[in-house]
């Protein structure tokens, strides 16, 4: 609706300087055509800039707002509205790439990017936000959706629909449409989308709604996109997953005798075999095929309920309390009788069992995307033996036949460079990469990698850069 304002606005403009309207503008004098062009300029001005009741002044406890935020909520029509979180590039956000994140589950909030892995101040254990080195932010604009209706903030229709992957998809396609028209100022920008494990199926369904839609000015700012950890074939996510046991067994989590059982106890973080544990139920909950630990991880809870973990409450807790507090909530413009959580366990959703790599197979046939899975190579949830077993099963043309090592900055020198992983680069801007000291969320547990590969991405459509 603002560009359609703008656009009328624009023609009042160019109908008052013709001939004859420019004659009695003419006639003003000097300080009047002055004063008529700087209303007109500002009424221009107006519609074509972002939405002012949905800024951001200031967050409790949280730091100094580095760069525009914006949050609040856009109507899907049948009482369903969307909430978003828009954090703008602290570089040049009229011409640095925008890109839209999405969580998995079914049902995960995007704020746990925004909050734990990859915005402007992160969550850490104590409960206290902490200004993360690594923020996506310092050249790229970062949209964050809430989806579908009934996650987070985000309000559903009252009765609750059923939702699966379809629908989710056209629902994001509509919000994506109805954002640009609350600012239009970012329909040049460059488009990407980006997520994590279950947004492995919505990033490629919402990208052939892109592809399919009929909004051709979002369809050529759509540059291609990246997912991390991804539900992506037909195996794994929520089916059983043939290669978990390779897994485990080759990071010395079984042994290689077959005859030797491993300890039912054995207490680890699944979605990173390197970090110390902090149980999650709403994370566990959405692993439903057999996983050593979380068939451990059920009996104990069946024995002893809601025990403590074992290094305190995790970020997530904290998040959780804070999104709650009710001036956090007017702060960001949410509705105050919404309780937020980070994985919804009450939403109505039909899981896709099935595979996403026919529309891979369309976007290669179809676009010039820059398209980039990668895995981090601790995470034992979508290990990366599934992922690249998915991939090479796409049967592409590698550009370049070596298994390639990317770098990245060294944290303590950024004069020389640390080995991030290996990745495998295939014709048709399609890459895959492994990410070391990683597990599920490659930016939440190793931030200065997850920021190298997200800038090598946006900066050259690959991993590599350096």
Not at 168 to 185: C, D, M, Q
Not at 315 to 336: F, G, M, P, Q
Request: proline share 7%.
């Amino acid at each position: 609706m603002a560009l359609k304002v703008a656009l009328v606005a624009l023609a009042l403009v160019a109908a008052v300087l013709a001939a004859p309207a420019a004659d009695l503008i003419h006639s003003l004098p000097v300080y009047g055509q002055l004063f008529f062009f700087f209303v007109a300029s500002a009424l221009v001005a107006a519609v074509l800039a972002a939405p002012a009741a949905d800024l951001i002044h200031s967050l409790p406890v949280y730091g100094q707002l580095l760069s525009n935020n914006y949050a609040g909520y856009v109507p899907l029509g049948d009482g369903r509205k969307s909430f978003y979180w828009f954090v703008e590039s602290e570089n040049k956000p009229k011409t640095d790439p925008l890109v839209l994140w999405l969580n998995g589950g079914p049902g995960c909030s995007s704020l746990l990017g925004l909050f734990e892995e990859n915005g402007p101040y992160v969550m850490r254990h104590g409960g206290n936000f902490i200004q993360n080195e690594f923020r996506w932010q310092t050249n790229a604009s970062i949209l964050y959706l809430e989806s579908p209706a009934g996650v987070g903030f985000s309000i559903d229709s009252d009765p609750p629909i059923m939702w699966d992957d379809a629908n989710t998809a056209r629902a994001s396609y509509a919000f994506l449409n109805k954002w640009f028209e609350l600012f239009p100022e970012f329909t040049t920008n460059d488009f990407h989308i980006g997520g994590e494990s279950y947004a492995g199926h919505y990033v490629p369904q919402l990208a052939e709604q892109i592809l399919n839609g009929s909004n051709t000015v979002l369809k050529s700012q759509m540059k291609g996109f990246f997912v991390g950890n991804p539900c992506t074939g037909d195996i794994g996510c929520p089916n059983p997953d043939p290669t978990l046991e390779v897994y485990l067994r080759y990071n010395g989590f079984m042994t290689l005798n077959p005859n030797i059982p491993t300890d039912a106890n054995a207490n680890y973080d699944p979605y990173d075999l390197l970090v110390p544990t902090c149980e999650n139920d709403q994370l566990m909950s959405r692993v439903p095929f057999a996983h050593p630990v979380m068939d451990a991880y059920r009996r104990k809870k069946s024995k002893l309920g809601d025990a403590p973990a074992p290094y305190g409450p995790c970020a997530d807790n904290y998040v959780t309390s804070w999104l709650n507090r009710e001036d956090v909530k007017l702060a960001i413009h949410a509705e105050t009788n919404v309780s937020w959580v980070t994985c919804s366990n009450t939403l109505n959703y039909t899981v896709n069992n099935g595979s996403v790599v026919y529309l891979y197979e369309r976007f290669f046939a179809e676009t010039n995307w820059s398209i980039m899975i990668y895995s981090g190579l601790s995470d034992s949830i979508v290990n990366f033996v599934q992922t690249q077993t998915i991939v090479n099963s796409m049967n592409r043309t590698l550009k370049v036949n070596e298994f390639q090592a990317w770098n990245l900055p060294y944290v303590y020198d950024a004069s020389q460079t640390q080995l991030g992983g290996f990745y495998l680069e295939f014709e048709n801007g399609f890459s895959w990469a492994g990410v070391r000291d990683a597990g599920h969320m490659v930016p939440q547990f190793n931030p200065p990698a997850g920021k190298e590969l997200f800038t090598s991405y946006i900066t050259t459509g690959k991993p590599g850069r350096m």
